[in-house]
Nanobody
């Protein structure tokens, strides 16, 4: 019922930039927050950045000052601008959406969805 389509990953040299996009579509009444997580080989998935419905943001310490999360509310799309990339940023990046659907009864149902993941590789 809800689809997340990610784009923008790729291979870049250290110091370069990439911009990730994630568009959510389907039965969405309201979005609580959207964000990005990443998972490197052999490591747990970790929060990168999140933006709430009110516009407040939260970043992992490792990306503060280099990454910027933003959104287009009208398009239910979240972006991650990644600058000054480092080899340690290499990972699969996943979009995450926490939102609500409106049921036929009028009640709201909370859900969380993940994107399919996009590979970001930073070469030294």
């Amino acid at each position: 019922q809800v689809q997340l389509v990610e784009s923008g990953g790729g291979l870049v040299q250290a110091g370069g930039s990439l911009r990730l996009s994630c568009a959510a579509s389907g039965n969405i009444f309201s979005i609580n927050h959207m964000g990005w997580y990443r998972q490197a080989p052999g490591k747990q998935r970790e929060l990168v950045a999140v933006i709430a419905s009110g516009g407040s943001t939260n970043y992992a310490d490792s990306v503060k000052g280099r990454f910027t999360v933003s959104r287009d509310t009208a398009k239910n799309t979240v972006y991650l601008q990644m600058n000054s990339l480092k080899p340690e940023d290499t990972a699969v990046y996943y979009c995450n959406v926490n939102a609500n659907q409106k049921l036929s009864t009028g009640a709201l149902r909370f859900f969380a969805s993940w994107g399919q993941g996009t590979q970001v590789t930073v070469s030294s």
